[in-house]
């Protein structure tokens, strides 16, 4: 069974541009989940789509959105990129509203 | 304060040896306990996933979760080089909107 995968594995950009995280979730799962990875910081809760709608969010600018498409897959757009804005991107799924996620491996995004 | 606490490390012990890692938290609401782990350069996998307190065991690991204290165990035994790793506790509130709550990880070398 294929696992979550995202891309690109690693995106630069300059600082005011926009970025464009993709993910597919575990075949089954319908929620879909953005975590932001800074350095030092841990992981921080940005979205959780379930069902083609965004349920939650976490404490982020609007610049920061995103959807999930009706065969759940998901995009993270970053509008307005800052220098802050570089870390590890990371995507999950689940089945419904489980908390038992599964994480993909990144996209590593780098704002010059 | 930060709602979920953790040390950084770096923790580092022989081959063999029960390793205990530790989060305590004080949100008295979380419900849900995770425990990832975070090779470098990839996502978090998912190692443990308790309800409430007491304990669970599957293999070399043991999760354990203690509410009246806020606080949570994973304990590894007869540790091998191939646990050397990040490791991530995290924890979710029932109608907490599927968000988890990380710490920011222990960093766990074993070796030989």
């Known amino acids: 069974e294929a696992g979550v995968t995202q891309s690109p594995t690693h995106l630069i950009k300059t600082r005011g541009q926009q970025a464009t995280l993709r993910c597919s979730p575990i075949?089954?799962?319908?929620?879909v989940y953005w975590y932001q990875q800074a350095l030092g910081l841990g992981l921080q809760f940005l979205l959780w789509y379930d069902e083609g709608e965004e349920r939650n969010r976490g404490n982020f600018p609007p610049r920061f959105s995103g959807r999930q498409f009706p065969n759940y897959s998901s995009e993270l757009n970053v509008n307005a990129l800052e220098l802050e804005d570089s870390a590890l991107y990371l995507c999950?799924?689940?089945?419904?509203?489980?908390?038992?996620?599964?994480f993909g491996s990144g996209t590593r995004l780098t704002v010059v | 304060q930060k709602e979920v606490e953790q040390d950084p490390g770096p923790l580092s012990v022989p081959e063999g040896a029960i390793v205990s890692l530790n989060c305590t938290y004080s949100?008295?609401?979380?419900?849900?306990f995770m425990w990832y782990r975070q090779y470098s350069r990839k996502g978090p996998e998912l190692l443990m996933y308790?309800?409430?307190?007491g304990n669970k065991e599957d293999g070399r690991f043991t999760a354990q979760v203690d509410k009246s204290s806020k606080y949570i165990s994973l304990f590894i035994r007869d540790s091998q080089p191939s646990d050397s790793a990040t490791y991530l506790c995290a924890m979710g509130l029932t109608g907490g909107g599927n968000k988890l709550t990380f710490g920011t990880g222990t960093q766990l070398k074993v070796e030989l």
């Open positions: 949100n008295s609401a979380f419900q849900y």
């Open positions: 308790t309800y409430s307190s």
């Open positions: 075949s089954g799962h319908t929620s």
């Open positions: 999950a799924s689940s089945p419904g509203t489980d908390y038992g996620y599964t």
